[in-house]
Each structure stands twice: as C-alpha cells, then as structure tokens.
C-alpha cells in the first residue's frame, strides 16, 4: 500500500523525527555523562580504580580529570561533538 504526502505533512513528519533524535542524543549524552562522573576506572597505570569525570560537567569534585577525554570509560559512545584531548 502506497501513501502520498502533502508537503506540509512530509515537512511535520520530518521535523518530528529531528526533534526526536534531538531528544535522545540529549538524553544519551547524559547517560553518557553520568557513567564518566560515576564509573572507577584504572588509567595511567594506576592500581587503584579512580573516578575520570566529564569535561560537560567540570564542577565534579570527585573527578581525576574533567578538562580531558583521555580515558573516558565511555568516549567511543559520547554523542558530545567537541570532545577534548591532551597533548
């Protein structure tokens, strides 16, 4: 079965669908924050397992590192656009 589109519908199908995607990358970047800000890590040879932290939230106090993605647990997965690494 076929459905043919007015424009004005196609366009509200296709903003609809943008602000969706908007939504969730919003609420994966926050589950992706959460786990770099909660999630112990062993880095830079360490022995013991330390918080990394999130260069969105750089008011973490528990964090090792919140200017950085270094060794981020979750940098593969991190939908943030501007990530950070040093030099």
Known sequence: ??????EDEYSKLKNTIKKERQDLR??????CSEVA???PIKFWGNDE?????????SDDENAIMT???????VQ???PNDCKSWSQ
Do not use: V
């Open 26 to 31: 919003g609420t994966f970047q926050h589950l």
């Open 49 to 57: 397992a330390k918080i990394w932290g999130c260069i969105l939230q």
């Open 76 to 78: 593969q997965l991190c």
């Open 1 to 6: 079965m076929q459905y043919i589109l007015s």
């Open 67 to 73: 200017e950085h993605c270094d060794e981020c647990p």
């Open 37 to 39: 800000r909660n999630k």
